[in-house]
């Protein structure tokens, strides 16, 4: 089936450092979002972002989190500057307007360590 | 706002015995569901879904069936394998506060024993 790809699949870095999440979303997809995971919780929204805007976000989402699509190239996430409490797993998503609530496709997770 | 909770955290069963995970749900409006299996290392894969009361999805064997009077959609399948050993996950969506967002249940885990 369709695949979305995520890089890198771990990211360790220190506390206060800028980190960048890529997400090769499904081709034809419109619709991408991020989730996040921390060990032992449930998935959590983040953002949505559509047509080079953000659509939608979380409480979770704060101020140091952004979310870019340059030219339809990677969907990315990137957080400046990181704290503790961002480690977790972070899933990208996308979907295609097909109808109704969508389908959504994940990618395999960043694990992102925050020291 | 919007919740799932998915009563079992976790599950341990034999190969060929029938699976039943239970998944409730607490949503303003008319919410679709959606049954999602994560394999370890991969992200969740979408398994089914149901827009509508009484409708019954499934895929792979596995079923479930938007109960809109008790608020459920319960996961089922007659007979486990071991490579059904995964993690489940019980969401809804398409809800005013949800919008395209999905909101999950915290997941069950399902392992499966020869």
């Known amino acids: 089936g369709p695949k979305v790809l995520q890089i890198p699949s771990h990211q360790i870095i220190d506390m206060g450092q800028m980190v960048t999440l890529n997400c090769d979303p499904v081709?034809?997809?419109?619709?991408f979002y991020w989730y996040k995971q921390i060990l032992g919780q449930q998935m959590e929204f983040l953002v949505n972002?559509?047509?080079?805007?953000?659509?939608?976000k979380s409480k979770l989402f704060k101020d140091q989190f952004s979310v870019e699509r340059p030219d339809g190239s990677y969907f990315t996430l990137k957080i400046q500057p990181t704290a503790l409490e961002d480690s977790a797993v972070y899933f990208c998503?996308?979907?295609?307007?097909?109808?109704?609530?969508?389908?959504?496709?994940f990618g395999p997770g960043t694990r992102l360590t925050v020291l | 706002g919007d919740s799932v909770t998915q009563t079992e955290g976790q599950v341990a069963l034999s190969e060929e015995d029938f699976l039943t995970i239970h998944c409730n749900y607490s949503a303003s409006g008319y919410p679709a569901l959606f049954w999602y299996v994560q394999y370890p290392g991969e992200g969740p894969q979408f398994l089914f879904r149901a827009s509508r009361d009484k409708e019954k999805g499934s895929s792979r064997g596995f079923e479930a069936t938007y109960d809109k009077g008790t608020t459920s959609f319960h996961l089922r399948k007659a007979s486990v394998q071991e490579s059904d050993s995964a993690v489940y996950y019980c969401?809804?969506?398409?809800?005013?506060?949800?919008?395209?967002?999905?909101?999950f249940g915290q997941g069950t885990i399902l392992k499966v024993y020869l």
């Open positions: 998503a996308s979907s295609s307007p097909t109808g109704g609530v969508y389908e959504q496709y």
């Open positions: 972002f559509y047509n080079g805007k953000v659509m939608e």
């Open positions: 081709s034809n997809h419109l619709y």
């Open positions: 969401a809804l969506g398409g809800t005013t506060s949800s919008g395209q967002k999905l909101v």
